[in-house]
Nanobody
Framework: QVQLVESGGGLVQPGGSLRLSCAAS????????MGWFRRAPGKGREFVAA????????DYADSVKGRFTISRDSAKNTVYLEMNSLKPDDTAVYYC????????????????WGQGTQVTVSS
């Protein structure tokens, strides 16, 4: 079992930045690929970014490529999502997830999920 807790969400103006954190506990964190998803009001869950267990490979949705960066610190059992140049369309609840299968863009590829953290981009 892996427990995931997100933090770092909040209200930010367009063009601003936020860094989300996802702290993991339980089974060996370093053996899991990690992903970030988001759900905007009235929409389905959307893939944002993912990183392999080693941290050597990453994947990003086209909508965030060049603005968001995913990283992980296995010593701290934490994965991060650095978000820059934020837009109102980035407003959503952001979830982190752990996968024993490897990099995946689909929610079904993830075994464990956090509760989510709200990000609101508005002036």
């Amino acid at each position: 079992q892996v427990q995931l807790v997100e933090s770092g969400g909040g209200l930010v103006q367009p063009g601003g930045s936020l860094r989300l954190s996802c702290a993991a506990s339980g089974r060996t964190f370093s053996s899991y690929a990690m992903g970030w998803f988001r759900r905007a009001p009235g929409k389905g869950r959307e893939f944002v970014a993912a990183i392999t267990w080693s941290g050597r490979s990453t994947d990003y949705a086209d909508s965030v490529k060049g603005r968001f960066t995913i990283s992980r610190d296995s010593a701290k059992n934490t994965v991060y999502l650095e978000m820059n140049s934020l837009k109102p369309d980035d407003t959503a609840v952001y979830y982190c997830a752990a996968s024993s299968y490897g990099l995946s863009r689909g929610p079904l590829g993830y075994n464990y999920w956090g509760q989510g953290t709200q990000v609101t981009v508005s002036s």
